[in-house]
């Protein structure tokens, strides 16, 4: 559908756009059609072919990396426009592009050393590893600032963690992650390798077709280089990390509802019943109607927050209300969009099904619906 009104898009990022939906349609998705319905990986003779196009033709290469560590270092705006289109293929909602443009280290190793950017980050980019962020506990995680219990005690030129982090992703697969524990001096960061004894990961099993872990650390034994930051201020870091990372996350989950609805709009204008066509009735108009307009609204708050982001402003609140709204809208959508498929909406030839169970996790991660509306609301009481 065009784009009208008073706010447009830059022209570059535009252009961006329509060439990552190009990347998407012709070569992306046609790639992930030949895997099974629930693959959560593309092999590499697949991947790597992708990859070489996203990197050498379209210049986008691990969006949020700066630029002299081998990223394409792209403003949170133009993130959320490649993180929009990126989402519109089966395993989207997990692996944007099914991998194609790189995968980003965690962001807050680029407030490291120039050592540990060097060892983790740049190393990372270079040679396609993979790393994990630990912030939640069983204890609960949408309040991490009390919900950490993970324990740090520094013992000589080493700190000795003791605790358990749940559901992080990729912990499985990852050579090395980012964990928040708890000091004498608040919440600390630090970067642990997957080889370190003592560190013992075991999957999750959810709705979804890839699991979470839950990491174990006994008597693990970091030593003081990998401090990242000042011992005591992790808990600014934590908040950077997910504050700016909520602003793809429901950039992402709108692609997810954008193209969910553009293939029930298609079903709708040829399937007939009652003989008529499914468009000519009242209530599939009014399903296909209120998606759209939902779709837009997330469309503006997501691209807002990540415009004030990318001019230095606080956006706190502006991301809270983008991820609560983006994540409740797409489960609307693909729920309508399946109930006007009927029954081919939960086949699993159609992505529709496997989305209805992404955008029931995606209320949960990056902060439950709830805690958003409690950030929200204590902004105005306070204001």
Known sequence: MEETGAWELPSELVLLRDNIKKFMR???????????HDSYRMPNTLLEPLQKKAKEELGVWCMNTPKEYGGSELSLLAQAVVAEEAAQCRMGAYVPACGAFGVDPPNVIFDGSKLQIEEYGKRTIEQGLKAFVAISEPGGGADPARAIQCKAQLKGNQYVLNGTKLWITGAEAAEWGIVFARTDNGITCFIVDKGMEGIETRPVPVIRSYSPSEVNFVDCKVPVENLLGEEGKGFALCQKWLVHMRIPYSANVIGIAQRSLELAIEWAKQRETFRSKLADKQAVQWMIADSEVEIRAARLLTYQAAWQADLG??????????????????????????????????????????????????????????VHRMVIARDLLRN
């Open 313 to 370: 402003h606080d956006v706190k609140v502006a991301a809270s209300m983008a991820k609560l709204y983006s994540t409740e809208m797409a489960g609307r959508v693909v729920d309508r969009c399946i109930q006007i498929f009927g029954g081919m909406g939960v086949a699993a030839e159609m992505p529709l099904e496997r989305w209805y169970r992404e955008m029931r996790i995606k209320r949960i991660g990056e902060g439950p619906s709830e």
């Open 26 to 36: 012709g070569d992306v998705c046609p790639a992930e059609e030949t895997l099974e």
